[in-house]
């Protein structure tokens, strides 16, 4: 199993409660350094609680399944307030 393979898989644990808030996440490119840059979709990509989400739930479930990734960013993520 490749790299996309591995974070896609990690993301499939948990996608379900992102689509069940109206959202989902898509992988945009894995760096040659191991940087997983995602965007955020439909309401993940303008909810306040984005960015928890993407540190408590999407960062946390891609390093804990893929440990080589070094860091996990989303591109298009609305900055905290």
Same mark, same amino acid.
């Given at each position: @199993?490749?790299?996309? #393979?591995?974070? #896609? ?42 960015? @928890?989400? @993407?540190?408590?739930?999407? #960062?946390?479930?891609? @390093? ?18």
């Amino acid at each position: @199993m490749n790299l996309t #393979e591995q974070v #896609e898989q990690a993301l499939e644990t948990i996608r379900p409660y992102l689509i069940a808030d109206g959202g989902d996440v898509a992988i945009d490119e894995i760096t040659s350094d191991k940087v997983v840059k995602l965007k955020l979709l439909g309401n993940c990509g303008s909810c306040k609680m984005s960015f @928890m989400t @993407m540190k408590a739930g999407i #960062e946390q479930a891609i @390093m804990k399944a893929v440990p080589e990734i070094t860091s996990v960013v989303a591109i298009n993520l609305a900055e905290p307030v």
